[in-house]
């Protein structure tokens, strides 16, 4: 291979390359589990941002896309995607400031991103859930479908660890028991992304007639 060529696939595999990729393993899941995360799969809403006052979720996204800008310039790619992660992981139950770190540690926020064990894009989801609990058109490089995949896998693992986040997470990355990767994930989301709504947004949040 001539010295450029070499050159140029070294910086798109170093480009490609996730920061901490590693590979859920591939375990049977019983009936009741696979019917109700293949329901959770097939949603077909489009993401939108899910805030019990609608000016919190401006702030929010505000204040995300600013964080994030360095790694996605492009305005639009920002707001599409903070808002696809934030109603996927409301809707999975996880929180989506946890869920940000997680994909800073698995992917460094690139969509086209490939471990060495074959995982996929934003969230590293490992091909063999297609099989398992999805179909065979869906793509994991989507990043809608990703992000549906990686929240509805962490939801299973969370519930399979009984609320436990740091086993959890262990389970989502391959590495149950080793404590870096939970430690990265945890420590990214703190330092990173953690966020609290403005004083005067959880004001008026607080202020507004409850429902019976």
């Known amino acids: 291979m001539k010295p450029v060529l070499f050159l140029c696939a070294f910086l798109l595999a170093l480009a490609l390359r996730p ?4 590979a859920q393993k591939e375990e049977e899941l019983s009936a009741n589990v696979a019917s109700a995360m293949s329901r959770s799969i097939s949603d077909v809403n489009a993401p939108r941002l899910v805030f019990a006052n609608p000016q919190e979720g401006v702030y929010w996204l505000a204040e995300m896309s600013s964080r994030l800008e360095k790694r996605i ?17 409301v809707r999975a139950g996880l929180d989506p400031q946890m869920v940000l770190g997680l994909i800073q540690v698995e992917s460094g926020f690139k969509k086209y991103a490939i471990s060495g064990a074959g ?3 934003l969230m590293q989801v490992m091909p063999f859930w297609v099989r398992q609990i999805g179909t065979p058109q869906h793509n994991l490089f989507d990043l809608t479908l990703n992000l549906r995949y990686g929240c509805t896998i962490l939801r299973h693992y969370l519930d399979m660890e009984r609320g436990n986040l740091y086993r959890a997470l ?3 990355n391959g590495s149950l028991g080793k404590p870096e990767y939970p430690n990265l994930v945890i420590g990214a989301w703190k330092r990173q992304w953690a966020w609290t709504p403005p004083p005067m947004v959880q004001l008026a949040a607080d202020s507004m007639p409850h429902q019976p």
């Open 19 to 22: 920061a901490w990729a590693g």
């Open 73 to 89: 310039p492009d305005p639009w790619m920002r707001e599409r995607l903070l808002t696809a992660i934030q109603y996927e992981s």
């Open 119 to 121: 995982a996929r894009g």
């Open 170 to 172: 262990g389970r989502y």
